[in-house]
Every structure is written in structure tokens, then in C-alpha cells.
């Protein structure tokens, strides 16, 4: 069982960046595949950026390719999104996941969710 948990997000202009952190609960952390996925009011939750259990490896969405840029610190449990150059479609609920197999980039490949972090992009 792992335990996500999301912080970092808030509100923030166009053009703006915000780093995002997720924090786990098991030592078993650098065994998972480590995701971010986002959740636009009345859209369907999409796929991010996906990171490889020892962090060499790492695939992005179209919409973000260059603009956003996810880590990890396996020493820490810990995972991130650092967000750069913000737009106001980047407005979502953002969840991070643990999966079992790289590249993870549906959603029903991942085991374990966090409960997300609000991000609000003003134009």
C-alpha cells in the first residue's frame, strides 16, 4: 500500500511557474513508476509526465513538453512537477500516481492516487 500526497498548488499568473510535490508513504517508493495526471472541471482526467523508478527516464504529454519538468528523490520519497511557463488551460485538479511499468501514461495503469492539488492559472 502507498500513501500519495500532493502539495504546491495555488494560484498563479500566466507565465508563471509553481513546483509541485508529492509525498509517499513507503520505503518501497523507487520500486514505482512515479506519474502526474490533471483534472480540468467537466474534462476527463489526462496524463502529465511520467518518471522510471531510479529517475533516468521521463515522457511528457504534448501540451506540456518543454514547460514542465518531473523528478524525483527516491531518498526522500518524494516526487515533483515543476511548471514553468503557465497557461490558463493548465487549470486543473493535479494528482500524482504510483505505477508498476514504465512509460505509465493511462490512467488505469497506476496502482495508487493521491487526493491532488489545486492549480488555478489567471490570464
Known amino acids: 500500500q502507498v500513501q500519495l500526497v500532493e502539495s504546491g498548488g495555488g494560484l498563479v499568473q500566466a507565465g508563471g511557474s509553481l513546483r509541485l510535490s508529492c509525498a509517499a508513504s513507503?520505503?518501497?517508493?523507487?520500486?514505482?513508476?512515479m506519474g502526474w495526471f490533471r483534472q480540468a472541471p467537466g474534462k476527463e482526467r489526462e496524463f502529465v509526465a511520467t518518471?522510471?523508478?531510479?529517475?533516468?527516464?521521463?515522457y511528457y504529454a504534448d501540451s506540456v513538453k518543454g514547460r514542465f519538468a518531473i523528478s524525483r528523490d527516491n531518498a526522500k520519497i518524494t516526487v515533483y512537477l515543476q511548471m514553468n511557463s503557465l497557461k490558463p488551460e493548465d487549470t486543473a485538479d493535479y494528482y500524482c500516481?504510483?505505477?508498476?511499468?514504465?512509460?505509465?501514461?493511462?490512467?488505469?495503469?497506476?496502482?495508487?492516487w493521491g487526493q491532488g492539488t489545486q492549480v488555478t492559472v489567471s490570464s
Open positions: 518518471i522510471s523508478r531510479s529517475g533516468g527516464n521521463t
Open positions: 513507503a520505503r518501497t517508493f523507487s520500486a514505482y513508476v
Open positions: 500516481a504510483a505505477a508498476r511499468y514504465y512509460p505509465a501514461v493511462r490512467s488505469t495503469s497506476y496502482d495508487y
